[in-house]
């Protein structure tokens, strides 16, 4: 199994490359998943890529097959994009676009900025732009410490999901990985995003973006999501009716979709430049 050594510990990560044999320099796209998941967060979402772009998943720092840093380990936003970066470069990805939800369009916000000359586009689902809008994260770790981690499970399947938004056997295995994943992680992500603020910043994005945005999400609202579209130059803003914070595992199949268009639309090839065939 594919791992790049990291400061204190191992990536996980994937790429998987079944692109058409007429498709020349396929770009990479880099999937990032949020907190308390995995890489198998995008499993629906690769069919509709697979014939045209190299698709590159891992499991972030703490998460999944990837090491868990221990007691004293500095976590932060910038650490976490350094992380990205020696992912693409693992897989051979000089420029890569960037798809991440949660926390990781959150840290797709922050590596448009400070990295735009290494990504080519930036799609964002259900993320902030700064600490404070997301209003139901604020007492994780009371939930945690107070019912259990199994208690907090259940709580965030309702905060992600509307009732029967999933197939059962889809509900139960997404609960499971909310009950084992380190709580440890999912806190300290939780805590970055409180503690960033990229709102001053936005209007430097110069790369395309494309932002997801569930209707009532309880962590973030449509209109923090408005916001964000609005200070970023040229940013497109697309809202999904009956979805709450699991929008990329509930909707995978719409949204997939949307970003495919999105990237088809910006990098659509100039035809004029082809061959003419008789």
């Known amino acids: 199994m594919p791992f790049v050594n990291a400061r204190e510990g191992r990536l996980y990560y994937e790429v998987h490359d079944l692109t058409a044999p007429w498709v020349e ?6 999937f990032h998943h949020g907190a308390a998941a995995n890489l198998h967060l995008w499993n ?21 097959r990837s090491t868990v840093p221990g007691p004293g380990f500095e976590w932060s936003l910038e650490q976490l994009a350094g992380d990205v970066l020696d992912i693409a470069q693992a897989a051979g990805a000089n420029r890569f676009h960037f798809v991440g939800e949660g926390m990781g369009g959150t840290l797709g916000l922050h590596l448009a900025v400070k990295y735009g000359d290494r990504l080519l586009s930036l799609a964002a689902a259900n993320c902030g732009a700064r600490g404070g ?3 139901e994260a604020a007492d994780w770790r009371g939930l945690i410490e107070a019912q259990g981690q199994l208690a907090w499970a259940k709580q965030m399947m309702a905060w992600r999901f509307f009732p029967n938004a999933l197939l059962p056997a889809q509900h139960d ?39 997801l945005c569930p209707d009532v999400s309880p962590f973030v609202p449509a209109a923090h999501m408005a916001e964000i579209q609005a200070a970023i130059p040229g940013a497109e803003l697309q809202v999904f009716a009956h979805a ?3 929008l990329p595992v ?20 100039n035809k004029s430049d082809l061959p003419i065939v008789i």
């Open 244 to 246: 709450r914070h699991g």
């Open 250 to 269: 509930s909707h995978a199949a719409a949204c997939a979709q949307t970003v495919s268009a999105f990237l088809a639309r910006r990098f659509a090839r």
């Open 44 to 64: 629906e979402w690769l069919p509709h890529f697979c014939p045209s772009y190299r698709l590159v998943l891992f499991d972030a720092r703490g998460c999944g």
């Open 25 to 30: 320099n396929p770009a990479a796209i880099v």
């Open 173 to 211: 295995w997404w609960l499971r990985q909310h009950a084992i994943c380190n709580a440890h992680a999912a806190l300290i992500m939780n805590d970055l995003v409180a503690a960033t603020d990229l709102t001053p910043y936005l209007r430097e994005i110069k790369v395309p973006t494309l932002l």
């Open 133 to 135: 809008v997301a209003r």
